[in-house]
C-alpha cells in the first residue's frame, strides 16, 4: 500500500491552524508565497512517494552493518540519500548566504513529516545534518561556518552530534570524553561515545561530529564541557580532504527498529577537533541543536503515525470478513475498527497541528524578535516532541491492531511501523524529560506561555460557541481546568511537580489538539467530525490527567524499592 | 537479570482476593489445601526460574526453522519441553481419569502465569494442549478421550487448535476446509489453515490437530461446521503409532515476535480424520477450547508484564545517572521513573487479580453447579483476556521506556517482550472481539452479572470506609458511576453498544482493578501504597472512559471512508 503524500491536510494545517500567514507576512519569510508552498510540497511529496517509501522495507530487512570498520548501508539508502540532497531538501530551512533556501521552519517540518513517513531510517540522516547546521551556523566561528555549513547543505558531507557515553545519558554531565589542546588551536579528543546516529555511512565523502568533551580545564558536570568539530577526514581552508581522522565506528547496535539507519559506537583516540563556540559552553551550543532536533523527533512520530494510518485504513476498506454492520463486507464497518481508524486520523491531526505551530513559533520568533513568540516555541518544543512520539507509538500499536493477526507478520509493515516509532519517544530527551523541561524550565516565566495559550484557546472556543456548541462548551471547560490544573502545578516544587509532569504535558496537548481541532471545523465544516470525535471522545481524559497532577510525589515515593519489589 | 517467580503475589491474590478458600472447600477440589498449594506453587516457580527463564532469549535469537517439512525448535526448548511434562504440568487441571492432577483452575492459571513469564513461546506449546485436552473431556466420545488424552497429559503428543484460513480470520464461519466420509466412520480433510501455534515439533511423537471443517450437508457460516481430530500420525487403538496422515508444514510466518513458537501455514490433502461432538456443533466444542485460551491468553499478558516489570525494576536500580532527587544516584529516585515502575505493578496486581477472580469463577462453576458462578465466569473471561493483554503490552512498553535508550537495544531483553506480548492482544479473538462479547452476548442477562459484581464492589467500599477512607469513596463513586454507564450500555443497541464495547471493558476492569487493590489492603495494610497508587491515579481513568460508552455509534460512523481518507 503505497504511501501517499499528505498535501492537503498539510496546507490545510499551515493555512487554517497554525497561522502560516503570519510567517508569510514578515520581511524575513516574504519568499514564502502560496505558490512556493505548494511547489515545495508538491515537489517534496513527489519525492517521498516515488523515490523514498520504496526503500522502507529494504531498510528493515536489509539493516546497515560494519565490514571491516566500514559502515555499509542498506540497499537503495544511497541514491535515496542522493536524490534528497539533490533536491535541495537538506538545507530548505538554512541560511540563503551558505546555499541554503533560507525557507520557515514551518515548511522544512512539513517535509520532515513526509520524508519520515516515506523512510524513517533515512530521513535521520538530513535530519541530523539539519541539527548541526543550525548549531554552526549560531555558534561556530566564520571559518567553520564557512567551511562547513555549504558542504553539509549540498549533502557532500553528513552529520552527527556525539554526546551520549556508557555512564552519560540522560547526565550528560557525567561525560568523560577529553579534549586536550595541540598548541595549534586544535585539540585532540579522546573517548567513546554511544548511540552515534548515522554515525558513518558509505554515499558521503565525509562525516563531521560535533562532539562534546570537557578541557583540561574544565569544571565537573555540565558547566565543563565544550562543543568540537571533528571531522571524519580532516578537510583544507578550501574544503578538500586530505587526512583520515583518528576516529572510527567500533560497533553498530542490534536494534528494535530503524535498521536502516546504523546506531554505532564511536572511538575517537585524539582525534583532531576543532572548538566550536566558547570554551564550557558546549552544551548551550549543543541545545540549539537539540531544539532544533526534539521539534524534529516530535514530527518523526506524526510521520510513522501517518504511513501506519495509511496503511491500516487501506486494509481495513479491503480486509472482507463475512457480514459486517454496514454491509460492505469490509472489516471498516465494525464499529470498533471504525473507532480505532477514528483515534488514528484525530490523533494524527492534532499532533501535526501542535508541531506545526511550534515551528510558526520559532519562525515568529526569529522574523520579529518577539520574545513572546520565542517563549512560545520553547513551551511548545516538549508537547511537540512528546505528545507527537506517544501518539506515533500509540497510532502504530493500533495500526497493528486494525490489521488482526496479519499485524503480527512482518511482512505486512505493520509491525515495522511500531518498531521503527518505539525509540522517538526515548532519544533526543526521553519523553519524561521532556515533561520536566515543560514543567520546569518552560515554566520559569511563571507560567505566562501556558497561560496565553490557555486563553487564546478559551477565545476560540468562545468564537465557536454558535457554530459549534457541542464542542466549543466542552472545550471551553477542559480550558478551565487545564487553567486550574496549571496553577497548582504552579504551586507545587520540585518532585511534586515532575510527579505530575508526564500526565501534565498529556493534559495540554489534549486540551490544545482539540482547539486546533475545532479551528479547523469553523474553517471547514467537513472537518466537524473529526474534531467532535476529538472533544467527545478523547478530551475527557484531561480530567484524570489533571487528577494525577494535583497528587503530588508522596504517593509515587510511598512506593519505595522494597514495596516495588515485595 | 533472572526472573523471580512471584510466589508471594500469587498466594497473596487467591488468599486474600479471588477467594480460592471457596474452591478448597468444594468437594472437588478438597485435595487443593494449602500444603498442596504452595508444594505446586513452590515447584512450579523453580522450573520457571531455574530452566524456562533461561530458554527465553535464545528462543528469540534463533527462532523456529522448517527444514525439509521438518519444524526445528529453538535451542534448548526440546529439553525445556521435558521438563514441562515430567513434572506433570500440562495435566495440571485435568481430569485424574486420564492422568490428570485434577487441580483447580485457579492453580493452573498461576502456574501459567509463571512459565509465561519465564518463556512465552514454549508455554503456548502445552497451553493449546491444555485447550484441546479440555474441549475433549466435554466433547469427544468416550474412545476419542481415551485414546487421546492420557498421551496428551503426559506430553507424548502436543496439541493445536486449526480455525483460522485466509479469508476467515474473526469471521470463522467464512472457512472453507471439506470434511468427506469415507464410509468408515473416519473423514477426509481437506483445506489449508493458516496460524497454527505450534503447527509442528521436533520433540513430541505425535501432533494432534482439532481441525475445523465442513461436511457435505454443513450450512454455510458458523452452523455448519464440524470438529476433526487430524493427527499427524496416525495412532492404532492403543495408542500405538503407525502411518503419517496426509498434512504438512507449507511454511513458517516470520513474526514480530514469539520467534521461539512456530506459526504454521497447515495443509491438509484429504487427511484422515475423526469427529469431535456432534456433526454440525464444531463451534460449540471450539468455544470450550477458546474460553480456557481466552483466560490462558490474558494470563500470558501478566506473565509478559511480570517480568518486563521485574527487569525494568532491577535495571532503575541499577542504573546510575548523577544527582538524583533521592540521593542514590540510581535513576529509580527520579518522580517519573518511580511513576512508571508504580503503574507497571498496579496494572500487574489488578490484572492478576481479574484473572485469578475468573479462574475462581469457572472453578466454582465447576464444583458446585452453580449458575450464577458459571455467569461471572463467562462475563470475566473476556475482561481477563482483553485488560491482561492491553496491560501486558502497556507494561512492555513502560519496561522499554524505564531502560531509555538501552531499551531499543535488542540485547537488553526489554524489546523482546514488548514484541512477544503483542499477539496477545490479537489472538484468541481480538480485544475488540472480547468487549463486543462482553456487551453482547455476556450481558443477554440484563447485565445480572454485572450489577452483581458492582454491588459486590459498592460492599467492598462501604467495608473499608472507615479503614481507608480516602480509597473506599472514590471507589464507590467509580461502582456508581460504572453502574450508570452499565444501564447507559444497556438501553443501546447493536452498533451503539458495539461503538462503546472497548471503552467499557477497560471501565470496568479499572473498577474492578480497584476493588481487588482495596481488598489487598483491607488484608494487609503493606499493600495500602500500591492501592492508593491505583485508586487514585489509575481509577479516575474510568470517567473518560464511560462518556465515550455515552456517546453510541452515530460519531464514529460520521467518520466514513471517504472522511478518513481526505
Redesign the interface.
Known amino acids: 500500500m503505497p504511501y501517499r503524500a499528505p498535501l492537503?491536510d498539510l496546507r490545510f494545517v499551515l493555512d487554517h491552524v497554525a497561522g502560516f500567514a503570519d510567517v508569510a507576512a514578515t520581511d524575513r519569510f516574504a519568499e514564502a508565497v502560496p505558490e512556493t508552498v505548494e511547489a515545495i510540497l508538491t515537489e517534496a511529496g513527489r519525492l517521498c512517494e516515488e523515490t523514498l517509501a520504496p526503500l522502507n522495507r529494504a531498510g528493515d530487512m536489509h539493516p546497515a552493518r560494519l565490514e571491516n570498520g566500514v559502515v555499509r548501508t542498506s540497499p537503495g539508502f544511497a541514491e535515496g540519500y542522493k536524490a534528497i540532497t539533490e533536491g535541495g531538501w537538506v538545507g530548505i530551512a538554512a541560511d540563503p548566504a551558505f546555499g541554503g533556501m533560507g525557507l520557515p521552519m514551518a515548511l522544512a517540518t512539513c517535509v520532515n513529516d513526509m520524508m519520515g513517513s516515506a523512510c524513517l531510517s533515512l530521513q535521520l540522516n538530513p535530519l541530523m545534518t539539519q541539527g548541526q547546521i543550525e548549531a554552526l551556523e549560531h555558534h561556530a566561528s566564520d571559518a567553520i561556518k564557512a567551511l562547513y555549513i555549504p558542504k553539509l547543505i549540498s549533502g557532500e558531507w553528513c552529520a552527527t552530534m556525539n554526546l551520549?557515553e556508557a555512564?552519560?545519558?540522560?547526565?550528560v554531565?557525567?561525560l568523560r570524553t577529553r579534549a586536550e589542546p595541540l598548541g595549534d588551536g586544535t585539540y585532540a579528543i579522546t573517548g567513546q561515545k554511544i548511540?552515534i546516529t548515522w554515525g558513518d555511512n558509505d554515499f558521503s565523502a565525509n562525516v563531521c561530529h560535533l562532539v562534546l568533551a570537557r578541557l583540561p580545564d574544565g569544571a565537573a558536570g555540565t558547566r565543563g564541557i565544550s562543543l568540537f568539530m571533528v571531522p571524519k577526514i580532516i578537510p583544507d581552508d578550501q574544503g578538500a580532504l586530505g587526512a583520515r581522522n583518528s576516529l572510527n565506528v567500533v560497533s553498530l547496535?542490534?536494534?528494535?527498529?530503524l535498521h536502516g539507519s546504523p546506531t554505532a559506537v564511536m572511538q575517537f583516540d585524539a582525534a583532531r577537533g576543532w572548538l566550536v563556540g566558547e570554551p564550557h559552553k558546549g552544551m548551550a551550543a549543543m541545545f540549539t541543536m537539540m531544539n532544533n532536533a526534539r521539534l524534529g523527533v516530535g514530527v518523526q512520530g506524526i510521520s510513522v503515525a501517518e504511513a501506519a494510518f495509511q496503511q491500516a485504513?487501506a486494509y481495513a476498506?479491503e480486509r472482507?470478513?463475512?457480514?459486517t454492520?454496514?454491509g460492505s463486507g469490509a472489516?471498516?464497518d465494525?464499529?470498533?475498527?471504525?473507532?480505532?481508524?477514528?483515534q488514528m486520523?484525530a490523533e494524527i491531526f492534532a499532533a501535526r497541528s501542535i508541531a506545526l505551530a511550534c515551528a510558526v513559533a520559532i519562525d515568529m520568533g526569529r522574523a520579529t524578535g518577539d520574545a513572546a513568540w520565542a517563549a512560545r516555541a520553547a513551551f511548545l518544543t516538549p508537547i511537540a516532541k512528546a505528545y507527537g512520539t506517544d501518539i506515533g507509538?500509540e497510532v502504530a500499536?493500533l495500526g497493528?491492531?486494525v490489521h488482526?493477526?496479519m499485524?503480527?507478520?512482518?511482512?505486512t509493515g505493520a509491525?515495522q511501523f511500531?518498531?521503527d516509532v518505539?525509540?522517538t519517544?526515548?532519544?533526543e530527551g526521553?519523553?519524561?524529560i521532556q515533561?520536566?523541561d515543560l514543567v520546569g524550565r518552560k515554566m520559569m516565566d511563571g507560567g505566562e506561555a501556558a497561560f496565553r495559550l490557555i486563553d487564546e484557546i478559551e477565545a476560540g472556543a468562545e468564537a465557536a460557541r454558535s457554530a459549534f456548541p457541542d464542542l466549543a462548551t466542552p472545550l471551553w471547560h477542559a480550558a478551565e481546568a487545564l487553567r486550574d490544573g496549571t496553577e497548582a502545578l504552579l504551586a507545587q516544587q520540585?518532585?511534586d511537580r515532575?510527579?505530575g509532569?508526564?500526565p501534565y504535558l498529556r493534559a495540554f496537548a489534549r486540551v490544545l489538539g482539540g482547539h486546533c481541532h475545532l479551528k479547523a471545523a469553523l474553517a471547514d465544516a467537513?472537518r466537524a467530525?473529526?474534531a467532535?470525535?476529538h472533544i467527545?471522545?478523547l478530551l475527557?481524559?484531561h480530567?484524570?490527567l489533571l487528577?494525577?497532577v494535583r497528587?503530588g510525589?508522596s504517593?509515587?515515593?510511598?512506593?519505595t524499592?522494597e514495596?516495588?519489589?515485595?
Not at 167 to 171: C, F, I, M, T, Y
Not at 253 to 257: A, I, N
Not at 334 to 341: F, K, P, Q, S, T
Not at 555 to 559: E, Q, S, T, V
Open positions: 492537503i551520549t555512564q552519560a545519558g540522560s547526565d554531565g557525567a548511540f547496535e542490534h536494534k528494535l527498529g485504513l476498506m472482507k470478513q463475512g457480514k454492520p454496514l472489516i471498516i465494525h464499529a470498533d475498527v471504525r473507532r480505532m481508524l477514528g486520523k507509538n500499536y497493528v491492531q488482526g493477526g499485524g503480527f507478520i512482518e511482512e509491525a511500531a518498531r518505539r525509540v519517544a526515548i532519544y526521553t519523553n519524561g515533561a520536566m520540585g518532585n515532575n510527579a509532569a508526564v467537513s467530525d473529526l467532535r470525535f467527545r471522545r475527557p481524559e480530567g484524570a487528577a494525577q497528587e510525589a504517593g509515587i515515593y510511598a512506593l524499592p514495596v516495588l519489589q515485595a
